[in-house]
């Protein structure tokens, strides 16, 4: 569900500008503002980054509360970079063998011992020495391999290990032109920071909200993204080289706005063909 914003914002929040959409948008002309005419726009501006946020559950998906102009709108990132990592192991498939061997002894000694008795540990115990010997001798040789020159052949091979969960670092550098504006920039900040925390309990902690992130105007030619948790929010109040804040209000004048995310869903084939 949507978070609400009449319960579940701390006090002194300001009312969002359009309350039905829950949106705090910067610049305020984000969306309303006239790009100018031709090849590269006209009307309002399309383009820019949104993101609401809902309570965590399982199985959410990016079309729960996913509303043009809701949430928080931002501009396009500086950049929008998607990295899909895949996590592969190197084995040693000689290696693997060697260890499996170095425990075959006291496993066949306790098998046959339990089915034929003391013979049966005995000859139990001969042959898994015998495996085991092969394994100590392969992890000898290992050993001494700088004074032969010679080492055991380790048959690499590459094991497929997971899908690794997807991170996002989005960096703006944000400068309010009025008042208004850096009320606004404020409001965002705190909401990003409120939405990433839990909530203490007695005994437990309830989940951070789950951001639901949406480029516009179309995805399909960048990328999409899955629910996120936010893990880090970085805000530089220096960004123009040094301290610079207006006169009347002691708002910076310019920020930089850093956000990392992670994906608390992996992706495969389904999801990718279906999804992205």
């Known amino acids: 569900m949507p978070v609400n914003f009449n319960t579940q914002l701390p006090t002194g929040f300001p009312t969002p500008p ?15 503002g006239n790009s100018g005419s031709g090849a590269k726009g006209s009307g309002n501006r399309n383009y820019y980054t949104q993101i609401n946020f809902v ?18 709108l931002l501009p396009i990132p500086k950049q929008l970079n998607d990295q899909t990592v895949m996590v592969w192991q190197p084995l040693s498939m000689t290696e693997t063998a060697a260890q499996a061997m170095s425990q075959v002894n006291p496993l066949a000694t306790a098998a046959l011992g339990s089915v034929f008795g003391p013979a ?18 392969i992890q000898g040789i290992n050993a001494v391999s700088p004074l032969t020159g010679a080492a055991v052949n380790p048959y690499l091979y590459m094991l497929f290990k997971q899908p690794d969960f997807k991170e996002f ?43 639901l992130v949406k480029l516009f105007p179309d995805d399909k030619f960048t990328f999409k993204l899955r629910p996120c948790a936010i893990t880090n929010v970085i805000v530089d109040y220096t960004a123009g080289g040094g301290p610079s804040f207006f006169r009347d209000t002691g708002a910076p004048t310019v920020v930089n706005l850093t956000v990392v995310m992670k994906e608390i869903q992996i992706w495969d084939k389904n999801s990718f063909n279906s999804i992205g």
């Open 18 to 32: 359009n309350p039905t959409l829950n949106q705090y948008a910067f610049p305020n002309d984000l969306t309303t």
């Open 55 to 72: 309570n965590y559950t399982q199985g959410l998906n990016n079309t729960q509360a996913v509303v043009p102009g809701g949430g928080i």
């Open 120 to 137: 049966g540990a005995t000859v139990g115990g001969l042959a898994g020495a015998l495996v085991s010997g092969a394994g100590g001798v």
């Open 169 to 211: 670092q989005f960096r703006w550098t944000l400068a309010p032109n009025t008042p208004e504006e850096s009320n606004t920039l404020a409001t965002i900040i705190k909401f990003l920071k409120f939405h990433m925390l839990p909530e203490l309990g007695t005994f437990f902690m309830t989940y951070p909200s789950i951001a």
